[in-house]
T-cell receptor, first 111, second 113 residues
Framework: GEDVEQSLFLSVREGDSSVINCTYT??????LYWYKQEPGAGLQLLTY?????DMKQDQRLTVLLNKKDKHLSLRIADTQTGDSAIYFC???????????FGKGTKLSVKP | EADIYQTPRYLVIGTGKKITLECSQT?????MYWYQQDPGMELHLIHY???????EKGDLSSESTVSRIRTEHFPLTLESARPSHTSQYLC????????????FGSGTQLSVL
């Protein structure tokens, strides 16, 4: 079945780059997403990438997509303490058109 | 800023009580969702709706029920709450398109004693 995997924790120092990785199983996924959840809040769409793209950049965020390996990554440049949150990778599921979310990666940024 | 609202924000109730969690959106989105979120972060889809009078069960079996009488409103009801229902409940909405961008409410943290 469709599945999305990500590592659960990442800790970085302020000013460093963060790279959050994700693997997915459905090779027919058309769109892949990154959502951010701050403490006590709902999820917020950060960025998404269409499956025919390899890379998408949006200010400090860079998304890389390797379709062959079904690997998606989110790079945050110059990570700030305000970037501390849980980051969810998601793909569009085929069957009911619902998003399939990973378990989330908790990013901790140390000053 | 997302125009999707959940009430109450926090709820502490005793076992056996009936409760309704409210979710409303003003964006005219057809598709709406309820997710249950573990303390360990994982999201579980429990209900969704394609539009008015449509309700579907999600991937995780839930004792809750939902209704969709109006486009903007998607309440979730627990007829008899139990401690195992203690969780964060997140409501979301989207246009139901191929590129489905979801907007989430702030969630309801439910504690059943």
């Amino acid at each position: 079945g469709e599945d999305v995997e990500q590592s659960l924790f990442l800790s970085v120092r302020e000013g460093d780059s963060s790279v959050i990785n994700c693997t997915y199983t459905d090779s027919s996924s058309t769109y892949l997403y990154w959502y951010k959840q701050e403490p006590g809040a709902g999820l917020q769409l950060l960025t998404y990438i269409f499956s025919n793209m390899d890379m998408k950049q949006d200010q400090r965020l860079t998304v890389l997509l390797n379709k062959k390996d079904k690997h998606l990554s989110l790079r945050i440049a110059d990570t700030q303490t305000g970037d501390s949150a849980i980051y969810f990778c998601a793909e569009m599921g085929r069957s009911q058109g619902n998003l399939i979310f990973g378990k989330g990666t908790k990013l901790s940024v140390k000053p | 800023e997302a125009d999707i609202y959940q009430t109450p924000r926090y709820l502490v109730i005793g076992t056996g009580k009936k409760i309704t969690l409210e979710c409303s959106q003003t964006m005219g989105h057809d598709k709406m969702y309820w997710y249950q979120q573990d303390p360990g972060m994982e999201l579980h889809l429990i209900h969704y709706s394609y539009g008015v009078n449509s309700t579907e069960k999600g991937d995780l079996s839930s004792e809750s029920t939902v209704s969709r009488i109006r486009t903007e409103h998607f309440p979730l009801t627990l007829e008899s709450a139990r401690p195992s229902h203690t969780s964060q409940y997140l409501c979301a909405s989207g246009l139901g398109q191929t590129n489905e961008k979801l907007f989430f409410g702030s969630g309801t943290q439910l504690s059943v004693l």
